[in-house]
């Protein structure tokens, strides 16, 4: 039996035929993969949306607990924002070796009533 022989040879190429037609009738436009600098970069912002969804949490948490419990949160508090603080210093660093995310912060702090 050679490959394409048989019903998972079919159903692939008739799979690859319909995604052709399909991709020929919408023309999607072309996107650029990301390179490992934007993954990176992707990543930590994904972890410090992550870090400031928690530390949100806790805040809340310390304002309805028990006071036997609220030293527990505020060190948890404490630990949360010295880990925004390694992640922004993260964040800076990595956009400040990138010249092409060097060229668009420099863009978005030039535009007026921007946060600086």
Not at 19 to 33: G, S, T, Y
Not at 37 to 63: D, F, I, N
């Amino acid at each position: 039996m050679q490959e394409g022989d048989g019903p998972v040879g079919r159903a692939d190429a008739l799979d690859a035929q319909v995604l052709a037609h399909f991709a020929e009738v919408i023309q999607p436009a072309e996107r650029a993969l990301p390179n490992p600098q934007t993954e990176e970069l992707a990543a930590l912002l994904a972890r410090r949306r992550q870090v400031l969804v928690m530390q949100h949490a806790e805040q809340m948490r310390l304002e309805r607990t028990a006071p036997s419990v609220q030293k527990r949160i505020r060190v948890h508090l404490r630990w949360l924002t010295a880990e925004l603080g390694g992640l922004d210093q993260d964040l800076d660093e990595r956009i400040e070796q990138s010249p092409v995310w060097r060229a668009r912060e420099d863009l978005l702090r030039s535009v007026p009533g921007s946060a600086q």
